[in-house]
């Protein structure tokens, strides 16, 4: 597969159809942990072109974008041809390029309305100093690595800016003519994301919910009412009847195999969970802080290996398989 061979050559892959009317185009994320995002670029029965996840917004991206619609839709030129936008999540390598596309092209930007509402309430919010601090301490934070961490805190989603047209909701079907595209509504990565089902070409877009080779992180998409372990857990059991279909992720490469490859990402949060609660049930006296138990749990990076965002995530995780474990117990395997 192009995708996988571009992968072990440390390339970009170039653009890809995946269906005689769908093609996949890798976007680049410059500094990102990954090296790229993929848009999804399906072309209508009259000629249009719908985009999901148009990806990291940079001027080499944009011209990639470009080139890419002049071969799906020949004859055209420039973002014209863009008759509708679909973001999977609120993170801008996902749809950081989609106030461009809206802007140059008129098309109208679907989103799930509470990644809308994620959105508003960030792009009208300043951090709180403060408060940030103030959640820091009653983590258990040592208060000479508490600066190294402030500015990290409520960063999600980097203060991107957007105009959503259209909420989207579980059930939803998107108006992309010659396509009858689901949205499910599968909440964990973000409190908004959804996948993208396509019954008759057995496909399944699944953004940032399960990829190939790494696993999500969880509660990325700001403070929420609802624990994002539980939510992601619940949410992995919905694409169970689609193991058939072919998958289409945000990173890595299309595959097949979707509920082993579903339930090893449920495990593997999972078994963070078991891990705290064993931390937890081992606690003599009172309960350890947020800080103690992240550093008797296991990392990839290794405990003094974290610093800056991937420590504060590291502690976020933790919060939030705590309170799982808490509400819920220990996870059985």
């Not at 008759?83 to 609120?90: A, K, M, S, V």
């Not at 950081?96 to 802007?103: D, E, P, S, T």
């Not at 919010?125 to 000479?144: F, K, M, N, S, Y």
């Not at 595959?255 to 049930?281: M, N, P, T, Y």
Request: glycine letters at 10%; a negative charge.
């Amino acid at each position: 597969m192009q995708q996988v061979d571009a992968i072990g050559r440390g390339e970009l892959p170039s653009l890809e159809q995946v269906r005689d009317d769908v093609w996949a185009l890798a976007q680049a994320m410059p500094g990102g942990h990954l090296a790229y995002s993929f848009t999804y670029l399906l072309r209508e029965r009259d000629g249009g072109v719908h985009v999901v996840d148009p990806g990291w917004d940079s001027d080499v991206n944009w011209n990639r974008l470009v080139a890419a619609l002049a071969v799906v839709a020949p004859g055209t030129t420039g973002a014209d041809v863009v008759t509708g936008i679909t973001g999977t999540h609120l993170h801008p390598d996902h749809v950081g390029m989609a106030a461009r596309l809206r802007r140059e092209s008129g098309a109208e930007l679907g989103m799930h309305a509470v990644e809308r509402r994620a959105l508003e309430k960030h792009s009208h919010r300043l951090l709180d100093l403060d408060e940030a601090l103030g959640r820091l301490e009653a983590w258990g934070v040592p208060e000479q690595r508490r600066h190294e961490l402030v500015q990290y805190v409520d960063r999600s989603p980097e203060g991107l800016v957007l105009a959503v047209d259209h909420e989207l909701s579980d059930g939803d079907v998107l108006p992309v003519p010659g396509f009858g595209i689901t949205v499910v509504s599968t909440p964990g990565h973000t409190a908004g994301h959804i996948c993208l089902r396509d019954d008759d070409r057995r496909l399944i877009l699944t953004g940032d919910h399960v990829l190939p080779t790494v696993f999500p992180g969880l509660g990325l998409g700001g403070v929420t009412s609802s624990n994002p372990l539980a939510d992601y857990v619940a949410s992995i059991d919905l694409l169970h009847p689609f193991d058939g279909y072919e998958v289409l992720p945000g990173h890595g490469y299309r595959f097949s195999g979707l509920a082993d490859r579903a339930a090893e990402c449920a495990d593997h949060q999972l078994k963070r969970a078991r891990e705290v609660a064993v931390i937890l049930g081992d606690a003599v006296s009172e309960q350890p802080t947020v800080w103690e138990l992240a550093s008797r749990m296991t990392w990839t990076a290794g405990w003094d290996g974290l610093h800056g965002f991937q420590l504060l995530s590291a502690l976020s995780q933790t919060e939030m398989h705590r309170d799982f474990v808490h509400t819920n117990g220990a996870p059985a395997r």
